[in-house]
């Protein structure tokens, strides 16, 4: 079982930065693919980011990129998302998944409570 709670959320203007943290329980943290989602009011749920359990390997959603940098420390079982020049579409709920993933497939089998980003205008 892991358990995912994230951080760093919060109200910004636009054309700032914020870090959201996504911390794990558990001892399988360093298997797991770890990715962030977005969902906006009205809106469905959306991948932002994922990286690979070594780190190398990530993906970023095309709003995402140059934007978002994903990143994990496994030592302390975390996630995190740097985002920087945020828009006001950028508003929206984001939530930490965990999922085991390889050449014939997977999910995210874990998500955590979510974290609220507000970007004003």
């Known amino acids: 079982q892991v358990q995912l709670v994230e951080s760093g959320g919060g109200l910004v203007q636009a054309g700032g930065s914020l870090r959201l943290s996504c911390a794990a329980s558990?001892?399988?943290?360093?298997?797991?693919?770890m990715g962030w989602f977005r969902q906006a009011p009205g809106k469905e749920r959306e991948a932002v980011a994922a990286i690979g359990v070594s780190g190398v390997k990530t993906y970023y959603a095309d709003s995402a990129k140059g934007r978002f940098t994903i990143s994990r420390a496994n030592a302390v079982k975390t996630v995190y998302l740097q985002m920087t020049n945020l828009y006001p579409a950028d508003t929206a709920v984001y939530y930490c998944?965990?999922?085991?993933?390889?050449?014939?497939?997977?999910?995210?089998?874990?998500w955590g409570q979510g974290t609220q980003v507000t970007v004003s205008s």
């Open positions: 558990g001892r399988t943290f360093s298997t797991l693919t």
């Open positions: 998944a965990a999922g085991s993933f390889s050449n014939s497939g997977g999910q995210y089998d874990y």
